[in-house]
């Protein structure tokens, strides 16, 4: 589930946040998301524990809660031909959004951190890695917990 902050930014702090997400070579949520959690280790343990057990009590409401998002479009969306993971599209987001890839026999839609986890052959291939691309020419098993459609 993706949730969107709604903030007014003084324009001073958004070109500061767009030079770090093009430095970083990050989405402005995954600089943001960079800073709030350097900025939570860096509290006294009295208060980041605090934040700690917020956090996992909202986390467990979410989880608890009916995926209605699921089928909402994230930003990053592709088409291909067939299961493909782009370098470019997905490098650019933040772990804990989410990508979607549009092919002829499904779509199919993950966060990075599931796309690191469950396809980490896929970002220690040579063709990830160098050539920013990698499709698999039959769909893997474990990409069927990703279809969304």
């Known amino acids: 589930m993706k949730a969107y902050l709604a903030l007014t930014v003084p324009p001073e702090t958004k070109i500061v946040l767009d030079a770090l997400a093009t430095l970083l070579q990050k989405s402005p949520s995954g600089v943001v998301e960079l800073m709030v959690s350097s900025f939570l280790a860096a509290l006294p343990e009295g208060q980041r524990s605090a934040i700690e057990t917020l956090k996992i009590a909202a986390m467990t409401n979410i989880e608890a809660a009916p995926a209605a998002g ?18 470019d599209a997905i490098e650019q987001i933040g772990q804990s959004e989410a990508f979607r890839v549009i092919t002829p026999v499904g779509t199919f839609q993950m966060t990075k951190s ?7 052959n896929v970002v220690e291939s040579k063709s990830y890695r160098e050539g920013g691309i990698y499709h698999y020419p039959k769909l893997p098993a ?7 459609s």
Do not use: G, I, N
Not at 70 to 87: D, E, G, I, K, Q
Not at 114 to 120: E, G, N, V
Not at 142 to 148: C, D, H, K, L, S
């Open 114 to 120: 599931d796309f690191y986890r469950d396809f980490q």
């Open 142 to 148: 474990r990409a069927e917990q990703y279809r969304v």
């Open 70 to 87: 699921a089928s909402a479009s994230p930003l990053t969306t592709y088409h291909f031909s067939r299961l493909c993971f782009r370098r």
